[in-house]
């Protein structure tokens, strides 16, 4: 059985800092793309960072420069650094695997909130 949990949400002040892990269970992790997306009330659900088996990384613009996704392997876990957070980041954000062969997977999510 497949599963992402996501950890690390919660509330924080503009300008403040939130890491948020995802632990993953029942796939080969390391072969496996990661990636974190998030939804906002009333909009749909955006692609934030992504990292590669192979440990290469992209950015949604809106979070370059604030934003670093890295993995471990040996923990089964990606993590998302998210600093100097606006209020437009508020948002809940949803763990992603997918591989070749492996299918794609979701976790249930982690609310975000930033206040002004």
């Known amino acids: 059985q497949v599963q992402l949990v996501e950890s690390g949400g919660g509330l924080v002040q503009a300008g403040g800092s939130l890491r948020l892990s995802c632990a993953a269970s029942?796939?080969?992790?390391?072969?496996?793309?990661m990636a974190w997306y998030r939804q906002a009330p009333g909009k749909q659900r955006e692609l934030v960072a992504t990292?590669?088996?192979?440990?290469?990384?992209n950015y949604a613009n809106s979070v370059k420069g604030r934003f670093t996704i890295s993995r471990d392997n040996f923990k089964n876990t990606v993590y998302l650094q998210m600093n100097s957070l606006k209020p437009e980041d508020t948002a809940v954000y949803y763990c992603?695997?997918?591989?070749?062969?492996?299918?794609?997977?979701w976790g249930q999510g982690t609310q975000v909130t930033v206040s002004s």
């Open positions: 992603n695997s997918a591989a070749p062969g492996q299918g794609v997977y």
């Open positions: 990292i590669t088996s192979g440990g290469s990384t």
């Open positions: 029942g796939i080969i992790f390391r072969i496996n793309a």
